[in-house]
């Protein structure tokens, strides 16, 4: 199937999509991406500050918790150095799976709001995810979001375009990969005896797993959600200016950012941050990064054929992947005018290509023909932000 068909596949999908669960509450992203500029990436940060103390109030707890992720968020807290420190003078933290001792239960016999503030990253993919997030937003005074899956549904979200939703993945993951299979195969195993099960009965007791969900959310789909950071991860500056506030906040009693304010991002698109010209030229090819040698550091990407996605990704990174010759993947998430990054992006590039009346050299078994060497354009053009999409999952025909 050509590219342009496979596109014209997904939007035929996204109707069907719209039948898919509502979330449970569609935060207004939009009008947060809109706070941003309150809030933005240039906005100066502090340091270290040396012998902070305890707070005059005492210190404030401070749980964080991941949902579904890869760990590089959790990892990323710890990029702020010494700053670090800061956060041990300010708070108690209650949970943080990485690296303290904190339990569920110790969380659940707490009041109502005694957490002042929980980070969580991750999407929310499972009944665990969900039952954690909801838990920890009854608990805590402020909510951050934390990372592209949590704000937009990152690389988690992509299991959406799965049309068997869960029991297709885990069919396939415990049947069909190689790995899965060759073990079937030579242990004379039924696909049954190795599938996971959320319920067990164990001579010791009933043993339970989280269930595992069709629809990947964001975390705003899922809470209320007071602040978000986007990223994968976010920036040293992004978390080192949340800090800042919370300092701010803890020992001066300085008033916080508006809810719903994205920290650490600009009223722009990546474009506008990113330090390479662009010369709009026509693309008669695509290519994939490590296809294109020699490439040119100053010109933009898409000029040279490379899929950057800049364009319809919002700016305050600093482009750190385009310095470092690499297209921009999209993981800050859509621009301000615009909350439909992949599409926002499709289109960019689509009007590269010399199919207008006055340069008219291709027609559309051409476009076709170039955009076909994307094998999966969904996955490349909503990487991170597939539940935030109207696509949001696919279904099968006459199915959910
Ligand atoms: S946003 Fe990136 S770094 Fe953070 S959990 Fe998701 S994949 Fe990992
Ligand atoms: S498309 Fe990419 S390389 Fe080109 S200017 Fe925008 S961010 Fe930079
Ligand atoms: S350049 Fe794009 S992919 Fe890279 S960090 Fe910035 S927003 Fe993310």
Same mark, same amino acid.
């Given at each position: 199937?050509?590219?342009?068909?496979?596109?014209?596949?997904?939007?035929?999908?996204?109707?069907?999509?719209?039948?898919?669960?509502?979330? *449970?509450?569609?935060?207004? %992203?939009?009008?947060?991406?809109?706070?941003?500029?309150?809030?933005?990436?240039?906005?100066?940060?502090?340091?270290?500050?040396?012998?902070?103390?305890?707070?005059?109030?005492?210190?404030?707890? &401070? #749980?964080?918790?991941?949902?579904?992720?890869?760990?590089?968020?959790?990892?990323?807290?710890?990029?702020?150095? +010494?700053?670090?420190?800061?956060?041990?003078?300010?708070?108690? @933290?209650?949970?943080?799976?990485?690296?303290?001792?904190?339990?569920?239960? =110790?969380?659940?016999?707490? +009041?109502?709001?005694? @957490?002042?503030? #929980? @980070? @969580?990253?991750?999407?929310?993919?499972?009944?665990?995810?969900?039952?954690?997030?909801?838990?920890?937003?009854?608990?805590?005074?402020?909510?951050?979001?934390?990372?592209?899956?949590?704000?937009?549904?990152?690389?988690?979200?992509?299991?959406?375009?799965?049309?068997?939703?869960?029991?297709?993945?885990?069919?396939?993951?415990?049947?069909?990969?190689?790995?899965?299979?060759?073990?079937?195969?030579?242990?004379?195993?039924?696909?049954?005896?190795?599938?996971?099960?959320?319920?067990?009965?164990?001579?010791?007791?009933?043993?339970?797993?989280?269930?595992?969900? =069709?629809?990947?959310?964001?975390?705003?789909?899922?809470?209320?959600? =007071?602040?978000?950071?986007?990223?994968?991860?976010?920036?040293?500056?992004?978390? %080192?200016?949340? $800090?800042?506030? &919370?300092?701010?906040?803890?020992?001066?009693?300085?008033?916080?950012?508006?809810?719903?304010?994205?920290?650490?991002?600009?009223?722009?698109? $990546?474009?506008?941050?990113?330090?390479?010209?662009?010369?709009?030229?026509?693309?008669?090819?695509?290519?994939?990064?490590?296809?294109?040698?020699?490439?040119?550091?100053?010109?933009?990407?898409?000029?040279?054929?490379?899929?950057?996605?800049?364009?319809?990704?919002?700016?305050?990174?600093?482009?750190?992947?385009?310095?470092?010759?690499?297209?921009?993947?999209?993981?800050?998430?859509?621009?301000?005018?615009?909350?439909?990054?992949?599409?926002?992006?499709?289109? #960019?590039?689509?009007?590269?290509?010399?199919?207008?009346?006055?340069?008219?050299?291709?027609?559309?078994?051409?476009?076709?023909?170039?955009?076909?060497?994307?094998?999966?354009?969904?996955?490349?053009?909503?990487?991170?932000?597939?539940?935030?999409?109207?696509?949001?999952? *696919?279904?099968?025909?006459?199915?959910?």
């Amino acid at each position: 199937m050509g590219f342009i068909e496979k596109v014209k596949g997904i939007f035929k999908r996204s109707d069907k999509a719209e039948a898919a669960p509502a979330p *449970a509450k569609e935060a207004p %992203a939009k009008e947060a991406v809109a706070k941003a500029a309150e809030f933005p990436a240039d906005s100066p940060i502090d340091g270290y500050v040396p012998g902070l103390g305890a707070p005059p109030g005492g210190k404030i707890n &401070l #749980a964080i918790y991941w949902a579904a992720a890869c760990g590089g968020c959790d990892v990323s807290l710890l990029d702020t150095d +010494e700053k670090i420190l800061n956060v041990s003078d300010m708070s108690n @933290i209650v949970m943080w799976p990485i690296a303290v001792d904190g339990k569920e239960k =110790d969380i659940e016999a707490m +009041e109502d709001g005694e @957490i002042t503030v #929980a @980070i @969580i990253n991750g999407a929310i993919r499972n009944s665990e995810n969900e039952h954690m997030a909801k838990l920890l937003r009854k608990k805590s005074q402020i909510l951050v979001s934390y990372g592209a899956c949590a704000c937009l549904g990152g690389s988690p979200a992509l299991a959406n375009l799965v049309p068997g939703g869960h029991k297709e993945i885990k069919d396939h993951v415990y049947s069909k990969v190689p790995s899965s299979a060759n073990f079937l195969a030579d242990s004379g195993k039924k696909i049954e005896d190795v599938m996971p099960r959320p319920v067990y009965e164990a001579p010791e007791g009933t043993l339970t797993l989280p269930v595992l969900y =069709d629809t990947v959310k964001t975390l705003d789909q899922t809470v209320d959600v =007071d602040y978000y950071i986007p990223g994968c991860p976010p920036t040293q500056k992004s978390i %080192a200016q949340l $800090l800042n506030a &919370l300092v701010g906040f803890v020992y001066k009693g300085e008033a916080l950012p508006p809810k719903g304010t994205v920290i650490g991002v600009l009223a722009k698109s $990546l474009c506008e941050e990113c330090h390479r010209h662009k010369e709009n030229r026509r693309i008669t090819n695509v290519y994939e990064p490590h296809e294109v040698m020699n490439v040119d550091h100053d010109l933009c990407l898409l000029d040279q054929g490379i899929l950057c996605l800049g364009a319809g990704t919002i700016a305050g990174c600093g482009a750190p992947c385009t310095k470092a010759d690499q297209p921009c993947r999209g993981c800050y998430g859509p621009t301000q005018p615009v909350s439909e990054q992949g599409a926002s992006i499709f289109t #960019a590039i689509a009007s590269l290509f010399p199919v207008q009346a006055n340069d008219a050299t291709m027609d559309e078994d051409d476009m076709d023909e170039i955009m076909s060497v994307i094998n999966d354009p969904l996955g490349y053009f909503y990487a991170f932000s597939m539940s935030k999409s109207l696509i949001k999952r *696919a279904v099968k025909e006459g199915g959910q």
